[in-house]
């Protein structure tokens, strides 16, 4: 525990976030990173009114929010009245603003503070954000091959009960059909599940 | 040939219909132009998404690119006005309490900017606590109006109520709940206040400063170097667009073209009263307002650098930026009429024959000297004031003054 204390990190982190599951990835991976003092947002309700209570140093925010125009009109005001804030993106630093959109996120510093030291945040962010898409993606074509496997055993099982063929020969008829037709087998296992439950409802079950 | 492929940021407002039609409709087609419209949610990320340049153009807030040229906002862009996308749209939308104050203090129902600020002025001098109201952006037409129309009628923007930003999804629900007093934004977020959220409509953008700019197409300065004859088959693109908006008889249409998931994404009976003109007040009543959203006459497209200088000026009023010849070059270079002309000399459009005017000077519609038939105005503010371009400093030391 002892070198855990030499990375642990004073800056007051801001999560704005209404997907939970990214924010909690983000949350995780700053504390990883020795953040201990991370806040996170998930609800927008009266959005303004914690913001000033939390009083963060860095705020995290996915550019789908809608509040990020209320969130930069705070700089605006602070600017007025002498505690200014800038963009945590620098404004030569090109290459991280364009990581940092493509993965769909934002980030701000109160100003004064390093940027050197506030870097290594919106990196962290940067990579979970695109984690995140990845799992993303990853999720839905799992649940697609799920689904297709699915309509495949429907399909087979309709064959192997009017036809009373086995198993191995309802899917090599399935198989069959798709090559011949030059379509997928899920394509043709879901044509048929559609005509048997048109035919007779309540067949497929 | 290859089209040209253009990428438009826009955000679902009743506005963004010149980029809609354009690609709906065939203009973009007809232009050459493989139109690719993505939709977004804040004006932050439209900004963001030129810079980096995922976006070439974008339905933007008028003073936005003059905000961004002047670097008030990170990331830095440069950008430039080529057409302006219809005048008007915008209109004040006020609680029924404060309504209700407001009618005790002698407000009508009839949209007019000096009767309906007196009236509020008299509450806000009965009040202890301040009144909050809603804009959509610090760097907008809304902010500088409402501020325009608080201020001639003797109410400091700044001292006698709070101005705050929200997302205008959310303004009626703040409205609803109290947590705002009143809000300043476009369509169809007041007629959803109004016929849903209990609001009252209290004045129009068209009551405030008539013919005034809204939204623009904001390109990025780089793209438009690099693609001259792209930017120019867009605007004519979104000329013809502005010409079908125009047409009463495609209104209907419109609106359900907007209706649409991938655009605004919300109900044909929140998108015609802007179209129609006739605005529901509150209590059932609704008002018919003349010019309230213009897409195509009036030269309605046109980037008047008169324009551009004006939301300059608010922008020094309110400490925005400080006054500088270099800042006042720089506003002005934003908008680019000289692309315009060039953009829509083949198709003889009428033209204004002058890149400026001063602003409030029609008092009525007006027939203009220019390259066909063209009339212009009424433009006036509410006041009775001038802005003449010609006079920046005049304008802004009169503005100072209590």
Not at chain 1, 101 to 108: I, K, P, T
Not at chain 1, 133 to 142: H, K
Not at chain 2, 174 to 197: H, K, M, Q
Not at chain 2, 249 to 263: I, R, T
Request: with cysteine; proline share 5%; aromatic share 8%.
């Amino acid at each position: 525990m002892a070198n855990r204390t030499t990375v642990s990190n004073k800056l007051n982190v801001l999560v704005i976030d209404e997907n939970s599951i990214r924010a909690s990835i983000i949350e995780l991976g700053l504390r990883e990173a020795g953040y201990d003092n991370v806040t996170i947002i998930h609800d927008m309700n009266g959005l303004a009114r914690r913001i000033m209570e939390i009083n963060p140093d860095v705020i995290v925010i996915d550019i789908e929010n809608p509040n990020r125009d209320m969130l930069e009109s705070f700089f605006q005001i602070s600017r007025a009245v002498k505690r200014p804030i800038a963009m945590f993106v620098d404004k030569s630093d090109e290459a991280s603003i364009e990581a940092a959109v493509e993965a769909g996120v934002s980030a701000y510093v109160v100003n004064g503070l390093k940027q050197e030291r506030v870097r290594p945040i919106l990196k962290m962010a940067i990579s979970r954000f695109n984690a995140f898409s990845r799992l993303n993606r990853e999720l839905e074509e799992a649940r697609g091959q799920l689904e297709s496997r699915k309509v495949i055993d429907r399909a087979k099982h309709l064959l192997m009960r009017s036809r009373g063929v086995s198993e191995e020969e309802a899917y090599s008829r399935l198989r069959r059909a798709a090559m011949n037709e030059n379509r997928k087998i899920e394509e043709i296992a879901q044509s048929l599940v559609t005509a048997a439950s048109l035919f007779d409802p309540g067949a497929d079950e | 040939m290859t089209p040209y492929e253009v990428t438009a940021g826009f955000v679902p407002l009743l506005d963004s219909a010149l980029l809609v039609v354009a690609k709906e409709k065939g203009f973009a087609e007809a232009a050459a132009v493989n139109l690719n419209l993505v939709r977004e949610r804040s004006w932050a990320t439209i900004r963001d998404r030129l810079a980096v340049s995922q976006f070439d153009v974008a339905h933007i807030l008028a003073p936005l690119p003059i905000a961004c040229n002047l670097g008030l906002m990170a990331p830095r862009l440069q950008m430039i006005v080529p057409m302006a996308l219809g005048l008007g749209g915008n209109a004040v939308t006020v609680a029924k309490d404060l309504w209700r104050d407001m009618a005790e203090h002698g407000v009508a129902s009839n949209l007019d900017a000096r009767e309906s600020g007196t009236a509020l002025r008299d509450v806000i001098r009965r009040r202890s606590n301040k009144l909050r109201f809603a804009v959509v952006h610090p760097y907008s037409g809304h902010n500088y109006e409402l501020r325009y129309w608080l201020s001639a009628n003797g109410i400091d923007p700044d001292r006698d109520v709070e101005i705050m930003v929200l997302p205008p999804p959310d303004m009626g629900d703040a409205l609803l709940s109290g947590t705002i007093d009143g809000y300043c934004a476009g369509e169809p977020w007041n007629t959803f206040g109004v016929l849903d959220r209990g609001g009252r409509l209290a004045t129009v953008k068209a009551a405030i400063w008539k013919s005034s700019p809204e939204k623009v197409l904001g390109v990025h300065a780089g793209w438009a170097d690099a693609n001259p004859d792209a930017l120019a088959a867009l605007l004519k693109a979104l000329h013809g667009a502005s010409l079908w908006c125009s047409r009463p008889e495609n209104h209907s249409e419109l609106a359900w073209l907007l209706a649409k998931p991938a655009y605004v994404g919300r109900p044909v009976e929140y998108l015609l009263p802007a179209l129609s003109g006739v605005l529901p007040m509150g209590n059932g009543e609704s008002r018919s307002v003349q010019d309230f959203f213009v897409p195509h006459a009036k030269a309605a497209t046109f980037p008047w650098k008169s324009h551009a200088l004006w939301f300059y000026t608010q922008m020094v009023r309110w400490r925005h930026i400080a006054h500088s010849d270099r800042h006042q070059r720089i506003a002005g270079d934003t908008y680019r009429p000289d692309l315009y002309r060039n953009a829509l000399r083949e198709l003889n459009v009428a033209m204004p024959s002058a890149s400026s005017k001063v602003e409030g000077a029609l008092l009525a519609e007006t027939p203009v000297g220019s390259s066909g038939a063209l009339t212009l105005g009424p433009d006036g503010f509410f006041d009775g004031n001038l802005f003449d371009p010609d006079e920046v400093d005049a304008y802004i030391a009169a503005q100072e003054k209590p």
